[in-house]
């Protein structure tokens, strides 16, 4: 380390633990089944580095400007010193070098490349599409002739290209390591739990006892047979029979989605050519393959493009939207298809949100304003996760009538 920065390399080696402490967390299944160069794709895109380049598009710029500074006393001669400090006109130019939007940026800034200047780095200022540096031309004292200003700016521009080369070099040195490294280490892990699961086929028959296979926790809690997800509701006529969602279920059933919704985060390029209706079929899949067999009558099933139905007997009880993000008026309108679908007797609604876009953060933060600024939103817009909000809404045809929506929010944008 040089002046209590990281060298590039050490950044590197940490981040790799980082990626193995992610792989060994992931589910059995998800590693097993899931393909070998999308997982390696996934971790490399998510930690790399992306070298600093230049934007050879855009035309480098410079900026005349004058402004008045004040001199200190003691920097003026000898004879004008006991005179005080003084006001001057000062010329500066400043040349703008455009790069390529970098997220890495901040980070590569505070890191040290194996070989190094012990004057350190050059002093410059850096934008998410730039960097640029300042020259005075003309002040107190001094006033540097064309030639003079062209040898500087020249100067500068070399030193600022071989700090950024020799940081570059770094990056995609140890871009390459580390991708090796973490394609060895999912093929490790991946064999290494295909033969567990071998192996637990073989104890089997060998104690011969059977295994009882641990499901995930969320599965196991949304299984019917214990407690049903509709309760039914003795109307004291006897001549119907009413039936309420059970709101615990519906929670389990959202966190169900959740984790699947995650998942889809984990290798995006997989998911890149999905449409709405895409997304929905695969939930689709997903939920039926928990509620097959487990109850009478209930099953998931589709109605539209992008809505999931949960059916019963007695009609339509949640109901899901499976959307892309397309702005904030277009989330509005998708507010308003889901109450549409909704009638008196609903009790909850959910609006899954696939976001393609850079900058997810933007998005997250925009869905409060956009929910309280809704013209059915009647009170409690809460945030359950970083990604999971809910809020309650009135029909248009009840105003006294509440129903609970629940906004889960992925990001699948895709680094090119």
Request: proline share 2%.
């Amino acid at each position: 380390m040089f002046r209590d920065k990281f060298l590039i390399c050490d950044y590197f080696k940490k981040i790799f633990e980082d990626i193995k402490r992610g792989i060994l967390t992931q589910e059995d299944n998800f590693m097993i089944q899931t393909n070998k160069d999308e997982l390696v794709e996934y971790y490399f895109t998510k930690y790399c580095l992306s070298p600093i380049e230049f934007d050879k598009s855009k035309e480098e710029s410079f900026q005349h400007k004058k402004e008045l500074r004040v001199v200190p006393a003691h920097k003026r001669e000898d004879i004008y010193q006991n005179m005080g400090d003084i006001e001057f006109e000062f010329e500066t130019i400043t040349v703008k070098l455009p790069i390529i939007p970098n997220n890495n940026l901040q980070t590569i800034l505070n890191l040290q490349s194996s070989i190094f200047s012990i004057s350190g780095s050059p002093k410059v200022h850096y934008l998410d599409d730039s960097i640029s540096f300042r020259l005075d031309i003309k002040g107190y004292g001094f006033e540097l002739d064309d030639d003079k200003i062209a040898f500087y700016i020249s100067q500068k521009k070399d030193a600022i290209d071989v700090w950024i080369r020799r940081k570059n070099d770094d990056i995609k040195k140890e871009n390459e390591i580390l991708k090796s490294k973490i394609d060895s280490y999912v093929e490790a892990r991946k064999k290494k739990l295909a033969e567990d699961k071998e192996r637990m086929k073989t104890l089997v028959q060998s104690m011969n006892i059977p295994l009882r296979n641990e499901e995930e926790e969320l599965i196991r809690k949304i299984k019917l047979d214990a407690k049903p997800l509709i309760k039914k509701v003795e109307a004291t006529s006897n001549k119907f029979v009413e039936f309420e969602l059970d709101r615990k279920k519906v929670i389990d059933i959202i966190s169900f989605i959740d984790n699947q919704g995650r998942q889809f985060e984990n290798t995006p390029n997989t998911f890149k050519n999905f449409k709405e209706e895409d997304f929905r079929n695969t939930l689709l899949v997903s939920l039926n393959s928990i509620f097959r067999g487990k109850a009478t009558g209930e099953t998931f099933s589709k109605k539209g493009k992008t809505d999931i139905y949960l059916i019963i007997d007695n009609g339509n009880i949640l109901i899901f939207e499976c959307k892309i993000w397309g702005g904030k008026s277009r989330y509005a309108k998708t507010i308003n298809q889901l109450l549409k679908y909704l009638t008196w007797r609903n009790n909850f609604g959910i609006i899954v949100t696939f976001v393609r876009r850079r900058d997810f953060s933007k998005v997250i933060e925009a869905i409060e304003d956009i929910v309280i600024n809704h013209q059915s939103f009647k009170t409690n817009f809460q945030k359950l996760s970083k990604t999971h909000f809910v809020s309650i809404h009135r029909l248009r045809e009840d105003k006294f009538k509440n129903v609970e929506i629940h906004h889960l929010f992925y990001n699948l944008h895709v680094l090119k």
